[in-house]
């Protein structure tokens, strides 16, 4: 019988460390998420939230290929992070092939699915 509870335990114990695993990892978005309010990022001293609350007036960036902020032009969604970043945050841009960067293009992409739910209720 002894070995019945052990081997009992032992599922348990795996489950619980599977479930920790699980709850740890982040997803790119998260990771862009905590980017986008972070005042640090980038050796910045403003946090992108501050002047796009949760992502707001950027629900349609991930769509464009051109963008104008501030007067100027840029072309593809991590030049307009740059952008912002050296701009507005008070930043130095960062790598485009870096993982910060593809977290939080990942991020825009999410809010996109975010407007769709605010149109249309969640059906779509
Ligand atoms: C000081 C205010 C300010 C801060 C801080 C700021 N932005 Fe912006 N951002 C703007 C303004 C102004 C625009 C141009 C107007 C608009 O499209 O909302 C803009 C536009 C953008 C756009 C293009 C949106 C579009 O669809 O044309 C992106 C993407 C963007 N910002 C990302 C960021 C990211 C990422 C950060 C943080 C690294 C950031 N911004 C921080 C003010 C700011």
């Known amino acids: 019988m002894r070995i019945f509870k052990f081997t009992f335990l032992l599922i ?9 695993a699980f709850a740890m990892k982040h997803t790119p978005e998260d990771s862009g998420k905590a980017l986008f309010s972070d005042p640090k990022f980038a050796g910045g001293q403003k946090a992108c939230n501050e002047c796009h609350p949760n992502g707001k ?30 701009n507005a945050n008070k930043g130095k841009a960062i790598d485009v092939k870096s993982e910060q960067m593809k977290d939080m293009v990942a991020y825009i992409k999410s809010l996109m699915g975010k407007m769709m739910e605010k149109k249309t209720g969640g059906y779509y």
Do not use: D
């Not at 348990?12 to 920790?20: E, G, Y």
């Not at 769509?63 to 593809?76: A, C, L, P, T, V």
């Open 12 to 20: 348990l114990f795996v489950a619980l460390i599977c479930s920790f």
């Open 57 to 86: 007036g950027l629900e349609n960036a991930a769509n464009k290929k051109e963008f104008n902020i501030m007067g100027k032009k840029q072309k593809g969604l991590e030049e307009a992070v740059n952008f912002c970043i050296v």
